[in-house]
T-cell receptor, first 115, second 116 residues
Framework: GENVEQHPSTLSVQEGDSAVIKCTYSDSASNYFPWYKQELGKRPQLIIDIRSNVGEKKDQRIAVTLNKTAKHFSLHITETQPEDSAVYFCAASSALRNQGGKLIFGQGTELSVKP | GAVVSQHPSRVICKSGTSVKIECRSLDFQATTMFWYRQFPKQSLMLMATSNEGSKATYEQGVEKDKFLINHASLTLSTLTVTSAHPEDSSFYIC????????????FGSGTQLSVL
């Protein structure tokens, strides 16, 4: 089955700096890669996603890149703000029916943005 | 659209009792729902895939007799933690997909279970 590794586990940046979180996945059949932001005790919130037919996607201060050959994808947050502080999770899933469409999560990164 | 409602949000129970958690898709029909468990400061671990009208598919290491899943309708899936013990205390969260081929998942608000 799919295995998703995420680094770093904690990340502290100064307000205004950029933050980068990296993930690798194991199953070459995976073709959907979302990123979630989760605050304590709350549901994960989808912040951006990318499909395997695209190499990069951007939404304002957030961007995601995907390298299918190397099986890794990254989240980039520019001009970080204190309200960006949260736990971020990457995930991967396959659209193949025999994979069940399961979404497998990375271990999470606790991002702290210091004012 | 695509709202998933989960109840209760928090439950405290005595060891040995059973607890039922409900997950409803409010404005769409969900043929597939997923149940996750999250321990403090850890990731979301997939417990099982719930398919409407059929038996749930459990992930390796998850006891199907302890975590009973029922998906009797296209809008409701339930997770029952039977004979709960303190080690079952966790944040349980469900999610649903609009339809096959649409990979995006919509999450419920989660249930914090505390077993005394």
């Amino acid at each position: 089955g799919e295995n998703v590794e995420q680094h770093p586990s904690t990340l502290s940046v100064q307000e205004g700096d950029s933050a980068v979180i990296k993930c690798t996945y194991s199953d070459s059949a995976s073709n959907y890669f979302p990123w979630y932001k989760q605050e304590l005790g709350k549901r994960p919130q989808l912040i951006i996603d990318i499909r395997s037919n695209v190499g990069e996607k951007k939404d304002q201060r957030i961007a995601v890149t995907l390298n299918k050959t190397a099986k890794h994808f990254s989240l980039h947050i520019t001009e970080t703000q204190p309200e960006d502080s949260a736990v971020y999770f990457c995930a991967a899933s396959s659209a193949l029916r025999n994979q069940g469409g399961k979404l497998i999560f990375g271990q999470g990164t606790e991002l702290s943005v210091k004012p | 659209g695509a709202v998933v409602s989960q109840h209760p949000s928090r439950v405290i129970c005595k060891s040995g009792t059973s607890v039922k958690i409900e997950c409803r898709s409010l404005d769409f029909q969900a043929t597939t729902m997923f149940w996750y468990r999250q321990f403090p400061k850890q990731s979301l671990m997939l417990m099982a895939t719930s398919n409407e009208g059929s038996k749930a598919t459990y992930e390796q290491g998850v006891e199907k007799d302890k975590f009973l899943i029922n998906h009797a309708s296209l809008t409701l899936s339930t997770l029952t933690v039977t004979s709960a013990h303190p080690e079952d205390s966790s944040f349980y969260i469900c999610s649903a997909r609009l339809h096959w081929g649409n990979e995006k998942l919509f999450f419920g608000s989660g249930t914090q279970l505390s077993v005394l």
